[in-house]
């Protein structure tokens, strides 16, 4: 390892380096607000680092490639896990006295889901999931005293050394018909055999599976709401964000490496993916009593919008999926910040219940979570329209007729049960029902956390162009694939 | 500059009102006023101060205001107005004063975040009228929604989150085919001229195949039909505008319907002339039978709100016929019945608010003799019923008559199908009026008579509606220009309005203009980085294409 690779870990080396003296502060001296304030101190540090990164040498082999692809995506991970641990810090206080090793856990799932944006080889994949998932088992299952936050964790802990298996094998199937690791030795090795053989199809198949669970698309996407409804609501954003969006660029980077766009058999397996995801996302959301649910099956549909992108293929694509994940992230941060805001020591605010008269009660928090619905349904005025425009571009301009008319039709269902909390939040509020609203839980840094996605989710809905110029600049910064 | 004034200060004046009304309702209605007002008054300046150039045929925008947005995508904040949008603008001015003043009293809860959803939907509707950059029209064509949906869903009636939920699925739902026929146009224009951009002037010249161009058309077509509404699709109307408030109902009317009429006359039938053509006598059937079916269903009603709401889809199948003739006549008609019908429905719902402000009911069975409490409220109705079934001498007379004196040209039984409507129109006016102010009803209650914020409103509405029915040449002259850029663009050639304008224009009205010069019969040139394409663009029919009326002669 020479100086200048050294140089390009730098971010990684202080996510994985901070949480040894976190740990011993830990174990020496218990303070919540130091554990918080240090990990915020560790996020913003990595955050910088990314700014100072050397120009990458493209050195074919490397197990990381630090290119300003990777870059990008560790960078929004970063911000997306300091908002998660602002978010958390009131939230989980309320709910258990010895919480900081909660952040611990939240560092590394966040180094895992830096080291699988950059990986470029089956080794730092894999390893990289593990770290996200070990951590995630924990972090769900955190609140022990809560049967829910148990059944989840071990749910999802099942499922999801299941998926692994899968993954593992579709490896192994690589790595027994190429004989490498490295996604840049095996797409040589396909273009010189011109058409996979079948064993590769089968691998590319295994792998996907992997893949679609953490991504939690139709058929693998049984997991998620009882997942989201049962871990704490932070958690439960974390999951929605940077654990999909890390598996995403990488699955992104995979295919496009591998130029898999060619294989006419995968791309129809996508669509039908695609197709199946949005369709049984939106239609599973319509009779959901609860929110955290119904945001879970919108999560499901919303990845399958997203997939429509990567088929799409092309530049445009890479930078559309840049856009939509950014807005996605923002707007399912917000969403799951006022349930965490919103809800009391007992259980969480999940039910549309409720929410009623929320307008009237605590109009901000009702306007956040309003903003953040319209941005979900790609309203106008919100990031959400913008990153759908974006979407439905890439699909026209690839010819996706058929997917990008789903799209929209999915678009159109999906407004019913986005609406359907708006409406709630907007009606008269119940005398006695919500009384207990008042004894709100939250802490200053939340409110800074939620007012921050707010006003981002506007901003770039009124004014994108600093993202589309941030998502060039960085990406092209040294074009990956 | 002005132009974005007119959005701005709706913005910030509902910005203005929701802080205000945190503390006094009254503040809040009275900024908002104050806003519309302002809005008035500058269109007002507009109108006058380009009067004469918008007599003049060949005109360019009177008014432009242009700002990069997203470059990237060719996407700009450009705003342009002609004649069309001038009266158009004027009337979302118009009616929203109207809106605000209608529920002065109605709307005691929550005023401040009332009048900001009111002011922002007029925004909204403000830039649909005025955009001419395909996305920043989308962009405006779904930012008015939000707004409408909360102003039914907190302030409506019963049944208010069913209608609120209905329509905001409908028109979302449809406006998304509209943004797909959008991206299409604009990635054809792209692959045509390597050239990636939105705005209106460019697109106008995007040639394409006749299949492609019949697909985008469809896709623009649904999104206004929806809005419009024309039959199959107006379905969410009724519902909506019984559940809105008064307000709500009166935009709804009196706007949110225009919008659809302007898109077919702004974008479907210049971007898409020869598919316009190849839809005209479908375009016209559907108008024809939404004017029946649309009048049939008023009758039946026994609600005062669903009725009126009925007799809009009824009116609106006249804009309908009238877009689709698409010649001078007939799209005279067609603007000056979205006018003359955003006025009289307008003040008939008013007249309904006012009803069950006073009695809480809008049954109509329950009704009856309130002349005799209530003069002044009679007399009021009894005009705007008047003017619905098309009384000479009254706006509502001239619309429907040219909109018919156009549609004879182009197709015989289509026309006598249509004419119709002014017989049943007649039957549930007078039907309105005998039930509700006439008769015996077995109780009276007692209701009081207009205030007199109630019959200044009134009033000026009616002067509006007479107005335009004793002298509609200005308003006319307004237009003239852009509906013959429009008619133009469809190839339908000059001789068969030549022979028309002989016989129906008022030559001591027409203003003189200066002569064009020949071969310069361009309107609106002041495109934005690009040219207009040459006459012979190859979208236009030959000059002699036999097509319609022209064939009799």
Redesign the interface.
Known sequence: MTLVELHEMIPLLILGGAVVPLLLTVSFYRNLKLTVALTVLIFIAAFTSLFFAPKPVRTDGSLLSMDGYALFYIGLFLAASLVVALLSYGYVRERKDDCQEFYILLILATLGASVLAAANSFIPLFLGLEILSVSLYVLISYLRGFTRCIEAGVKYLILAAASSAFLLFGIALFYAECGTMDFKGISEILQIQGMPTPLLYAAFGLLFVGFGFKLAIVPFHMWTPDVYEGAPSPVTAYIATVSKGAVFSLLVRFFFIMGAHQYKKLLFLFSAIAVASMFTGNLLALRQENVKRVLAYSSIAHLGYLLVAFIAGGDLAVEAAAFYLVSYFITTLAAFGVVAALSGGERDADSIEDYRGLF?QRPWLAAALTAAL?SLAG???TAG?LAK?YL??AG??ARLWAL??IL??N??IS??YY??IV?VM??EPDAGQNAGRTAFSSSPAAGVALCVMTLLLVWIGV???TL?TII?AVINYAYPF | MILVLLIVILIAGGVLAWLLGRWSAMAARIVSLLALAADFVLILFLWVSTYERLNCAGQSWISEFYLP?????GINFHLAMDGLSLVMAGLVAFIGLAAILCSWSEIRE?AGFFHFNLLWNLAGIMGVFLAVDL?LFY??W??M??PM??LI??WGHENR?YA??KF??FT??SG??M??AI??LY?INARNTGFYTFDYLNLLQTALEPAEARLLAAGFLIAFMVKLPAVPFHNWLPDAHTEAPTAGSVILAGLLLKTGAYGILRFVIPLFPQASLDFRYIGMSIGVVGIIYGAKLAFAQADLKRLVAYTSVSHMGFVMVGSFAANELALQGAVMQMVCHAVSTGALFILAGALQERLHTREIGTMGGYWRDAPRMGGVALFFALASTGLPGLGNFVAEFLVLAGAYRVNLPITVLASLGLVFSAVYGLWIIQSIFHGGGETPAKVGDLSLREMSLLGAMMAVILWLGLFPQPMLNTVKASLEAIREQTGLTQVGSEHLREANSYPHFTRSCPPKPAGQDVPMSRSTGGTRATPEGGLRLPANQPIGFLRRQ
């Open positions: 009237w319209l309203i106008p005025l329209f425009y439905v571009a026209m301009k990008v008319i929209i039709i678009s159109a407004i019913y609406l359907r409406a907007y009606a004014y994108p162009q589309i060039n | 947005w997203i470059p990237q995508f929550r996305f962009f405006f779904e930012l929604l939000v949906y909360l869903g907190i989150n609120a939920m905001f699925i979302q739902a998304l085919f943004f797909i991206l299409g990635f």
